[in-house]
T-cell receptor, first 115, second 109 residues
Framework: EAGVAQSPRYKIIEKRQSVAFWCNPISGHATLYWYQQILGQGPKLLIQFQNNGVVDDSQLPKDRFSAERLKGVDSTLKIQPAKLEDSAVYLC?????????????FGSGTQLSVL | QKEVEQNSGPLSVPEGAIASLNCTYSDRGSQSFFWYRQYSGKSPELIMSIYSNGDKEDGRFTAQLNKASQYVSLLIRDSQPSDSATYLCAGGRYDKLIFGTGTRLQVFP
């Protein structure tokens, strides 16, 4: 079974630039999550999709972050404009069911550095 | 603010010893708890889940849950240098899962 695919693996941008991350979940997994993990901290949920609908985006900074999951499969997360404090690893995860307390399968993450 | 708290460590134990990792949570409605292991520069991977009070054993790992005291722990027996990683505790309900900041474990030969 193929795992969660993410790209790019690394990204370096200057502040105020825009950036986009891509995620393809495990086939058949209904729920997709985007997490932000700042160095030394645990993952923080940014947005949770159930198929192609948003379940929870309460911690997504909507003035600069946006995300979509077209056709209920892969997803993109965009930051525009980026700030220094957005430097973090962005993790995509998926799970089979529509419950938050379900085993999560994480992708390898995208390490973002904002200079 | 519902939280999951862990000591950031590092917790240093000699090879072959028992490593004990602890976690407390504030939401009494939390039903499900997980321990994820995260190697440096890698993504988290699930090693244990626990839903009921008591102990759950899987190989060298034992998860313990005490809902009355609102704590979860992970014991690693016969610790190996390859166990050196950050261990993330996560807890929550069907609609919300919160991660702790993680405890860094160092197992030295």
């Amino acid at each position: 079974e193929a795992g969660v695919a993410q790209s790019p693996r690394y990204k370096i941008i200057e502040k105020r630039q825009s950036v986009a991350f891509w995620c393809n979940p495990i086939s058949g997994h209904a729920t997709l999550y985007w997490y932000q993990q700042i160095l030394g901290q645990g993952p923080k949920l940014l947005i949770q999709f159930q198929n192609n609908g948003v379940v929870d985006d309460s911690q997504l900074p909507k003035d600069r972050f946006s995300a979509e999951r077209l056709k209920g499969v892969d997803s993109t997360l965009k930051i525009q404009p980026a700030k220094l404090e957005d430097s973090a690893v962005y993790l995509c995860a998926s799970s089979r069911r529509d419950r938050a307390d379900e085993k999560l399968f994480f992708g390898s993450g995208t390490q973002l550095s904002v200079l | 603010q519902k939280e999951v708290e862990q000591n950031s460590g590092p917790l240093s134990v000699p090879e072959g010893a028992i490593a004990s990792l602890n976690c407390t949570y504030s939401d009494r409605g939390s039903q499900s708890f997980f321990w994820y292991r995260q190697y440096s520069g890698k993504s988290p991977e699930l090693i244990m889940s626990i839903y009921s009070n008591g102990d759950k054993e899987d190989g060298r790992f034992t998860a313990q849950l005490n809902k009355a005291s609102q704590y979860v722990s992970l014991l690693i027996r016969d610790s190996q240098p390859s166990d050196s990683a950050t261990y993330l505790c996560a807890g929550g309900r069907y609609d919300k899962l919160i991660f702790g900041t993680g405890t860094r474990l160092q197992v030295f030969p």
